[in-house]
């Protein structure tokens, strides 16, 4: 006997129309690339993307047809969001940091043949234009007045919409039709695409909402760093848009400077947005001598956060840390560090290395831990084996790739490795590939990176392990140190002493003007190996 209860499909478009009806005169406030700040609601929100949706039909844009953005976070974008996947088509954010050969590669593979684009980034597409046959229609996100001189035929995003309809009725279909397409960097091989649903999407953004997951509610003012092209923004435009919360968007000013303007102005209480971005603007604050006063929370994923960040939030702006972990496969939260009870009777000090775990699974994600062969290993904190995952809103293939060596019983190999305690707590030890074998046992760079970067001078760090004729690998530290710092390799040693293990000590620090990056942001390790491979032999 089935439940007697309406099946009404989960469409992203239904996230809108609810905004529309229940919060329209909830704000959306957005820096725009072409200067100023643009505000407005819900309700007109909505209006411009019905709009939008009229605009795609007379571009041509078919359902499932996928349609690609190369934007930063700005009103646009938030509207695209909803008028691509809400008429069935299939928003495809391209991260403007990858390399020219995978951007090609990528939007051929995923077939657009419209592209919506920043000006900014324009000339970047010019150059490639010849080896993109399938692209017919280049939007650039901008009022007709501000189009840039091209060789190419360029529509203006505003005169689209100025000349469209906003009458429009969004379709309704199976709630399992794919909505949007967002590639991993892919530091080895080909990006791949993960195709998310609009029943995932929309399952994901009500478990994100949750008071212990990004607690995402009415009155938060949020301000995601976290680019609208690198996992949907973490599910932050679905979310907001449900809980009718004021959504910030910071446009191209990720810079200290800038986000702190926008903090102030907006009275922003909840930030969200990897490990650099907060370390800038750390650094402008205690630069200036200000306060984040009106922040409460500052969500941090897609690296690990140091403590001594976790620490600075805390001492000097009165701000909690939510440590997160996720990843593009899995749309993308997976673990939370919130705020419990037990926190609240904690020292300090105790509370900041459990926030520095990256927390428990939400409610839909079920995580364990395996050995090489796949047997799942204790939850104890102690034992550590290669995270796995499932859940509806975690991917079970890549786009236009057949099988996977990712998937196994079910699970998700998530490539990382990791320790699972007894109250459910998970702490990333590295990620498989950069974790450094030393005679026969394991070092986590992660953690060794962790203490280096609270040493004052230090601006930046990676350790990555390098071959050695006796242990197999020894670690390498690498340090860029703060402008006008200084620092000695004896001095980086005496402070991670006593701080680490005598044999997770590196066996040489190195300074050097900066490190490589993924387009994500993440540290390339890969790179670092190959450079450093011969400095121990
Ligand atoms: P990409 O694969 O394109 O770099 P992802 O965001 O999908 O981008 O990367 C996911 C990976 O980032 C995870 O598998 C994990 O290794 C790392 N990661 C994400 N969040 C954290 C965190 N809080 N602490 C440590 N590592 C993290």
């Given at each position: 006997m089935f439940g007697q209860m309406m099946n009404t499909p989960l469409l992203i478009s239904s996230l809108l129309v609810h905004a529309e009806k229940a919060h329209s005169r909830g704000e959306i406030v957005s820096r725009n690339p072409e200067g100023g700040i643009h505000r407005y609601t819900y309700a007109d929100a909505a209006r411009r993307a019905r709009k939008l949706a009229n605009a795609l039909s007379t571009l041509g844009v078919q359902p499932q047809d996928r349609v690609a953005t190369l934007a930063w976070n700005t009103h646009r974008h938030y509207e695209l969001y909803y008028a691509v996947s809400g008429s069935g088509a299939i928003l495809h954010t391209l991260n403007p940091r990858l390399f020219p050969e995978q951007i090609v590669y990528i939007l051929n593979h995923a077939e657009n043949s419209v592209l919506f684009v920043d000006a900014q980034f324009l000339p970047l597409i010019e150059k490639l234009k010849d080896q993109l046959?399938?692209?017919?229609h280049i939007v650039v996100m901008t009022p007709a007045d501000k189009l840039p001189a091209s060789s190419l035929p360029l529509i203006s995003y505003e005169a689209l919409l100025d000349a469209a309809d906003d009458q429009y009725q969004w379709p309704e279909f199976d709630e399992n039709t794919a909505a949007t397409l967002c590639y991993t960097s892919g530091t080895t091989g080909h990006p791949k695409g993960v195709l998310y649903s609009h029943r995932s999407t929309v399952i994901h953004a009500m478990a994100a909402m949750a008071k212990d997951a990004l607690?995402?509610?009415?009155a938060s003012a949020l301000?995601?760093?976290?680019?609208?092209?690198?996992?949907?923004?973490?599910?932050v435009p679905y979310a907001a848009t449900a809980a009718g919360a004021k959504l910030v968007l910071p446009g191209a000013g990720m810079d200290g400077a800038s986000l702190y303007e926008l903090i102030d102005a907006e009275s922003v209480d909840l930030l969200l947005g990897v490990p650099t971005v907060w370390q800038g603007l750390l650094q402008y604050c205690d630069k200036e001598d200000l306060m984040l006063e009106p922040v409460c929370d500052v969500v941090i994923g897609g690296s690990a956060a140091p403590i001594s960040m976790i620490k600075a939030f805390h001492e000097k702006h009165d701000a909690f840390v939510i440590h997160a972990w996720g990843m593009t496969e899995l749309s993308p939260i997976g673990t939370v560090n919130c705020r419990t009870q037990a926190m609240l009777e904690m020292e300090d000090d105790e509370r900041f290395r459990l926030q520095a775990k990256q927390g428990r699974p939400v409610f839909g994600v079920d995580i364990r831990i395996v050995d090489d062969q796949g047997n799942a290993k204790p939850h104890d904190g102690v034992a550590f084996g290669r995270l796995q995952v499932k859940g509806p809103w975690i991917a079970s293939g890549y786009y236009k790739?057949?099988?996977?060596?990712?998937?196994?019983d079910g699970w998700f190999d998530t490539g990382d490795v990791a320790t699972i305690d007894e109250q459910g707590y998970m702490a990333i030890v590295d990620r498989a590939k950069d974790v450094i074998k030393s005679g026969g046992e394991w070092i986590s760079s992660i953690d060794v990176e962790n203490i280096a970067v609270?040493?004052?001078?230090?601006a930046e760090c990676a350790v990555v392990g390098v071959p050695h004729p006796k242990w197999d690998e020894r670690p390498l530290l690498l340090v860029v140190t703060r402008p006008d710092a200084t620092l000695t390799k004896e001095e980086m040693l005496a402070f991670l002493d006593g701080k680490i293990a005598k044999w997770w000590m590196p066996d040489d620090v190195l300074f050097v003007d900066s490190l490589p990056h993924t387009p994500?942001?993440?540290?390339l390790k890969r790179q670092l190996r190959d450079e450093y491979q011969g400095v121990y032999q």
């Open positions: 046959p399938l692209l017919r607690g995402i509610g009415n301000l995601p760093v976290v680019p609208m092209f690198h996992v949907n923004a973490w599910g790739q057949e099988g996977g060596k990712e998937w196994q609270g040493h004052p001078a230090v994500t942001g993440k540290l």
